[in-house]
């Protein structure tokens, strides 16, 4: 625990005249500056370093561009393989784990060690892999690499310790799962095939050993060629020659017949006492045409073959569809008797599996459910019902339904919410799902007792809203909502809608959601914004619908009617909405000057008639930006809204409009250089007189010459966002203009310009940035095109004439110095790091409010930071955080009570409220892209500055309670996740992390309280991550147990008769033929072995107890056996090069033995 005790007043600023906050903020970090009075604080800070740690927790949603598929019918879990590496392992709702190769290879397949607590992982760099799952974090225990060979193909037979594994050269190896090391025992190509056949027959695209006899392996080769070959005897019983190419063979389980799929869309069936030709063959969805011909159709690239003890075998396949057919669906087909059913698919089959009652392979199957794993989805349908119903997916599957586009993450909401969400959300599920239990049961998991209420919130490119339980580390939905619904449908490639955004004008940008009040805003791409309340009951409303002009006006001229109709302000702080602002019906005949140029229409147009809205967030408001002069509006960047004040303010590129949402007015549009009135810390031009009548609809227009203004209109309108910030790709060089020049640390000033040369433009300097974003209408070359030079800001791209606000913070302060008690007031942050305060004048009394305009003084306090603004926050003097104030939840639709006056319960957090020891005042938490801040209100005394980075620059600030206490939690570009202390701003933690691979992360990176944090680590997943040690500590309690033990089921008995007449299958012994006495050593150069993290961890962990020195001894034996190892390896060589010398040498021996000396 530390104290510091910090003189905050006394001393006076470096410069005479400098700007509050400016050249003495400027200072080293965490350096104090002065105030006018002296008086003392006392914060005592209880954060430590100890505190924190970085780890993942939970990841959720589909496994990014899957690749295999694997079950253990015992344990009852699933394993799916991804493309980058990843492996997800899935049990009952809550036993949900991921893993991940460190070299990032696709995996080609898995095999479970079945009811043995083990995963194989087969991958792409042609390593084996062994995951012990009997911990709650998987980890690996062995590797092989291969060195000349590809691996194609796995087999691990049930209760087995040795892997089949097929090569592309066609060769099979085998290896010892207990060791992990090759076995001398090799199937080569060549002796698998005849030896009069001249082509080779390609890799080994199947291995599985026969239910019959476990002595005798099936090998299937791609040419078509298959291969029984006999273990025991070393050679083959059949060879099968078949014209077309194999894909996969499935065994009846007696072991008398098998069946393939072939790349001409059939499958064959064999019989083992006949192999010459198929038993039958068969073209599914190939019909005869009328010249006597099959239908072409496409490969069967999977089909397994299922028996039943008291109906037909079950034959399930993919593919084989016709090609003549455009546009038809992926399938999976079940043939069951005659009956053939087609499951049509939303995405391509990447892989399936049949689930089966017994794990034996030579037992009646007994076959339940499938399992299907699609390129964006999994679904298990249940085969003991004849119309194939789905299961429920109980995991959150559809998270990326359609493409996530924002993230906020609530923890230690209201109790109450979540069941009402549920509630609510549960009355539009879909029905017609299986009755059963979902059959991917295994595992264990119990509710930790660290546990509070969590709600995950996305935003998406439809417009939709999903609100995710995520209490616990698990992830549930529990509502979704369409912001599309507001709007009329826009037309196919026309429209207003269509002409900005060609794709998802409904795109969700960023949300504001309050869980007291409940008061839910969005902000979409079509630069509009919807203000929603919650409501137990459905009414019929009729939406209403501002538009704001909060753009600047690229003609230069006013007409005195358009003067007189729209008066221009005449003192800040008297500002009042103009009627213009308000249309219930956007497209007004005049929306459209004479030469065809849009003006004063906005993007979308709203419902105009009333409309019935069911229980949930119903809309209240819809606010749009217009057109103008042919220009669309800029992005919204900015957004904050108050339920106590009734308030909502947002900002873009141009400046920032607040909207009093309960009157449904306009009460501020302004340009960002309005806003500050007579405290501008930039010397600036003044503006022609005709510019200075500029109307309140419009924002006051930066350009005064036409060349100008002709840049302006030449500007493409496209624009992308990082946090909701504009981003704008075509950002015209920083030398077109007179860069600023700064006049000390935080005070640059900008020189006046000659005519012609663009006004206004941000620094080529080390606070400013480049970026290049390529226009682009794919998501993963917008997320991926992400180039940046040494920069301050995400939001500081806007290299025009424009200072974006980049955030917004209502709350009770001290707009000005000389203010004695707190009011409510507006913090606005800009693009070149200036904060401006905006006091308000609000009316306390209900009826008052609903009457009286709310006023706004706009000279409020600036104050400078390095960098874009990123954050606000508000601390009391003894360091405990100041929440905003609110509007304690009503519901506006329920029936009205007589007997209770309904009027507004306000719950504030006043400044002064705890402050008896310190006197008035608070302290401001200023965060922006390259530096922290602390100020003391209302004398605006910086009292702590800390540079963040130099080199990088903040995507994501937040202020967030951990362990009782409050600190700054910071996300970096270059990967760096940091926390700071507050108020002093000492470094607490400052991890590399993640670096910045995509605009994504920028994009749905959010810290919460608790030490909780998340990001989208692929276009379908959310990663959770932790940076508390606490809750470190206290993860493996809250994970799922992947193993549970379980007895293996008995197998039938088979009876004398079929165990006299049905083969010697148990008498059959691996180890003999396998094991190193009878197969002796494979080559140490066909593949390396490589000790598993999992198994050395274990061990230094047994070296720190009892049996310390017994374990390192055994490290250290281990590590001499392997350097005799490679040692015995090179000299293995040597001997190799050694003989090839000597053999070379005696046949130039022979060559020139009777040569006489001429004639060489």
């Known amino acids: 625990m530390k104290k510091f005790r910090k003189v905050l007043d006394g001393l006076t600023t470096s410069s005479p005249g400098a700007t509050v906050g400016s050249p003495s903020c400027g200072s080293a970090a965490g350096t104090p500056t002065a105030a006018p009075t002296p008086k003392e604080i006392d914060v005592q800070e209880t954060l430590v370093s100890e505190n ?41 709702p809550g036993v949900d784990c991921y893993c991940q190769h460190e070299s990032g290879a696709a995996v080609l397949q898995l095999q479970f060690l079945i009811n043995e607590g083990a995963l194989v992982s087969a991958c792409a760099d042609d390593t084996l892999h062994l995951w012990n799952l009997r911990q709650r974090r998987p980890a690996i225990l062995h590797s092989l690499k291969f060195n000349r060979e590809r691996i194609t193909f796995c087999h691990l037979p049930f209760q087995s310790k040795w892997l089949y594994v097929g090569t592309e050269r066609g060769n099979t190896h085998i290896v010892n799962i207990e060791s992990f090391v090759l076995s001398g025992y090799v199937i080569m190509w060549n002796k698998a095939i005849e030896l009069s056949t001249k082509t080779h027959p390609g890799p080994v695209v199947h291995l599985s050993d026969s239910p019959k006899d476990e002595g005798k392996l099936l090998i299937g080769f791609e040419s078509g060629t298959i291969v029984q070959w006999d273990l025991r005897g070393k050679k083959a019983d059949f060879r099968i020659y078949y014209d077309e190419a194999i894909h996969s063979v499935s065994w009846h389980h007696e072991g008398k017949q098998f069946m393939c799929s072939h790349s001409d869309g059939s499958l064959t069936l064999w019989n ?251 902000v979409g791409i079509s630069a509009h914004i919807i203000l929603y309340r919650f409501s137990k009951y459905d009414a019929n409303t009729q939406i209403v619908s501002l538009e704001v002009r909060l753009q600047c006006d690229s003609d230069d001229v006013i007409s005195p009617s358009e003067n007189e109709n729209n008066p221009s302000f005449s003192e800040p702080g008297s500002h009042s909405p103009q009627p213009h602002h308000q249309h219930q019906h956007p497209a007004s005949p005049g929306s459209r000057t004479p030469e065809g140029i849009k003006d004063s229409i906005p993007c979308l147009k709203v419902k105009d008639r009333a409309v019935r809205v069911p229980p949930g967030y119903q809309s209240e408001l ?64 003044t503006r022609s007189p005709r510019r200075n009548r500029q109307s309140t609809s419009g924002l006051t227009e930066l350009t005064d010459n036409q060349q100008s203004i002709d840049m302006e209109r030449n500007k493409s309108p496209t624009s992308d966002h990082v946090n909701g910030h504009c981003t704008s790709p075509t950002s015209q060089p920083c030398s077109a203009g007179k860069p600023r020049i700064p006049m000390g640390p935080e005070g640059p000033r900008l020189t006046r310009r000659g005519p012609g040369r663009p006004p206004f433009r941000k620094a080529q300097s080390a606070a400013c940035m480049e970026i290049s974003l390529p226009v682009s209408h794919t998501e993963e070359s917008r997320e991926n095109s992400f180039t940046r030079s040494r920069s301050s800001s995400v939001s500081s791209i806007d290299r025009d004439t424009k200072e974006a606000v980049t955030t917004l913070q209502f709350g009770e302060s001290y707009g000005r110095k000389n203010d004695v008690l707190p009011t409510p007031c507006l913090w606005v942050g800009t693009s070149l790091g200036v904060v401006l305060l905006i006091p308000m004048s609000i009316p306390t009394d209900q009826e008052e409010r609903m009457e009286e305009p709310v006023t706004m003084g706009v000279s409020g306090a600036v104050l400078m930071l390095k960098g874009s603004v990123l954050r606000f926050s ?118 590399n992390y993640l670096p910045l691979t995509d605009m994504r992360i920028a994009r749905t990176f959010y810290f919460t309280n608790g030490g909780q944090a998340l990001y989208l680590s692929s276009p379908t997943e959310v990663q959770r991550i932790t940076y508390s040690q606490e809750m470190c500590d206290n993860l493996q309690e809250m994970l799922g147990e992947l193993f549970t033990p379980i007895e293996t089921p008995e197998a039938q008995n088979r009876g004398f008769l079929k165990g006299f007449f049905g083969g010697n299958a148990h008498t059959f012994d691996r180890e003999e033929l396998f094991g190193e006495a009878a197969a002796g050593k494979a080559s140490r150069s066909l593949a390396q072995h490589i000790p598993g993290q999992g198994g050395v961890e274990g061990m230094k962990v047994a070296a720190s107890g009892v049996v310390g020195e017994l374990a390192r001894a055994r490290i250290a034996l281990d590590e001499r056996g392997q350097r005799l190892g490679e040692l015995e390896e090179r000299t293995a ?11 070379h040498a005696h046949e130039l021996m022979l060559k020139c033995k009777d040569k006489k000396w001429y004639q060489f």
């Open 52 to 92: 924190f740690q970085l780890c993942k927790t939970v990841r959720h949603g589909f496994p990014y561009q899957p690749t295999a598929l694997a079950f253990d019918p015992v344990q009852k879990i699933l394993a799916i393989g991804s493309r980058s590496g990843g492996v997800r392992i899935l049990g009952r």
């Open 272 to 522: 083992l006492r006949n192999t010459t030709k198929p038993f039958q063959v068969t073209f599914p969805h190939g019909k005869i045409q009328k010249d006597a011909r099959k239908e072409s159709c496409k490969p069967i690239l999977k089909v397994e073959y299922k028996t039943c003890r008291n109906s037909e075998p079950f034959v399930i396949f993919s593919g084989g569809l016709s090609y003549d057919k455009a546009g038809r669906r992926p399938a999976l087909t079940i043939m069951h008797g005659k009956a053939i059913t087609v499951l049509e698919m939303d995405y391509p089959i990447v892989e399936f599996m049949v689930l089966c009652e017994t794990p034996y392979n030579n037992e009646v199957q007994e076959p339940y459910a499938v399992v299907v794993l699609l390129e964006k989805d999994l679904i298990v349908v249940d085969l003991t019902q004849s119309n194939y119903p789905v299961f429920e997916n109980p995991y959150p599957m559809d998270i990326h339904e359609s493409p996530v586009t924002c993230t906020a993450y609530f923890a230690d909401c209201p109790p109450d919410i979540i069941p009402i969400l549920y509630s609510i959300g549960a009355k539009h599920k879909k029905t017609g799902y299986s009755q059963k239990e979902w059959p991917i049961s295994g595992g264990t998991w119990t509710l930790g007792s660290h546990t509070y209420p969590e709600i995950i919130i996305t935003g998406h490119a439809d417009g939709s809203i999903k609100f995710w339980d995520a209490s616990a580390i698990t992830l549930q939905m529990l509502y979704k909502m369409k912001t599309s619904k507001v709007f009329e449908k826009p037309k196919p490639g026309e429209g207003r809608a269509a002409e900005l955004v060609e794709e998802d004008p409904f795109a969700i940008q960023m949300v504001s959601w309050c869980p007291q009040s409940r008061m839910f805003c969005v």
């Open 622 to 685: 819809v606010i749009q930006l217009l057109w103008v002069d042919g220009e669309p509006p800029q992005q919204i960047t900015s957004l904050d809204i108050n339920s106590a004040y009734g308030l909502l303010a947002f900002g873009n590129c141009y400046g920032l409009a607040v909207v009093d949402y309960l009157q449904k007015t306009v009460i501020l549009c302004m340009s960002t250089l309005d806003l500050y009135g007579s405290t501008d810390p930039y010397q600036r031009l």
């Open 874 to 991: 508000f601390l009391d003097c003894m360091g405990a955080l100041i929440q905003p104030p609110y509007e304690v939840w009503r519901d506006h639709n329920a029936p009205e009570d007589p007997d209770r006056l309904r009027r507004r319960k306000l719950v504030h957090f006043s400044p002064s409220s705890s402050q008896d020891a310190c006197g008035d005042g608070h302290l401001a938490v200023v965060c922006s892209e390259r530096q922290a801040k602390v100020f003391l209100m209302p004398s605006q005394s910086c009292l702590f500055v800390h540079n963040i980075t130099e080199s990088s620059f903040v995507l994501r600030a937040d202020v967030v309670s951990v362990c009782n206490s409050v600190c700054l939690a910071c996300f970096c570009a270059n990967g760096h996740v940091m926390t700071l202390s507050l108020p002093s701003l000492r470094p607490l933690m400052d991890v």
């Open 1133 to 1143: 060589l040597m001997m190799t090069s050694a003989e090839a010398f000597s053999k």
